[in-house]
Structures are given as C-alpha cells and as structure tokens.
C-alpha cells in the first residue's frame, strides 16, 4: 500500500484529504507544519508528500527542499499546494516534483498523486537495474 504525506495547516483540508486518500487506498500521514513534516518524512518515508507551501513553523517550500537534499528522502516525490498565485511566484525556486493549485479538482489531485507513484517505481526500477 502506497503511503502519503499530508501537510496541510488547515484540520478541514488535512481531514478531507486523508479521507479522499483513504478512500483510493491509500495509507495516509498528517502534518500541520514544515517541520513536523519533514521529521515524519525521515522517519517514516512516504511515497508521496501533499505539501502545503504555505505553512507555520517552517514554510513549505523549506520543508520541500530539506526532504530533497536529504538522501534519506530525496526519492520521495513532493506534490506542492498553494493558492495559484503563491504557485506561481514560487515555481522557479521549487524542487517539488508537482504543483496543485488551491482549490484543487480532487479528480486532478488523485490522478497527480497516481501519476508520481509511476514515477517512483520507474526510478526504482531503474535503479535496481542498474545495481544488478
């Protein structure tokens, strides 16, 4: 089972999403800080983090780049979230592997979720391959 991170300060967004998750079978984290968040990702390694950009404590976009210049986490692949404003003026400088825009299509949001899992079991693969 596909684990995923939520990092949301939001308990509304976080709960709706945990429940969406779950419902596709998912297995689902919570966080509502960077911080928390990059803790429960060194600790717990999710497959996909949720990552809400703006946050307490440690923003999301600092948050993001922790979990990818750790080699313990850096294969995680990060979704950002945000207002689409926020998204835009911060696209450039983020090493998220996916951007949502806030309010997000849940359809768009599932497949995006689907969409990076791919993703990591082709690089997975690729590096089992090359280790072979």
Do not use: W
Request: with cysteine; proline share 5%.
């Amino acid at each position: 089972m596909s684990c995923v991170l939520i990092v949301d300060d939001d308990p509304a967004i976080r709960g709706m999403l945990v429940e969406l998750l779950s419902d596709e079978g998912y297995e689902t984290l919570v966080a509502g800080d960077g911080h928390t968040a990059v803790e429960i990702a060194t600790n717990q390694t999710p497959d996909v983090i949720l990552m809400d950009l703006m946050l307490p404590v440690m923003d999301g976009a600092s948050a993001t780049r922790i979990i990818k210049t750790n080699p313990t986490t850096a294969s995680i692949r990060v979704i950002a979230m945000s207002a689409g404003a926020n998204l835009r003026l911060l696209a450039d400088n983020l090493p998220a592997d996916g951007v949502v825009g806030k309010p997000f299509d849940l359809d768009a949001l599932l497949a995006d979720v689907a969409i990076q899992l791919r993703h990591l079991a082709v690089s997975e693969a690729l590096q089992s391959s090359k280790h072979e």
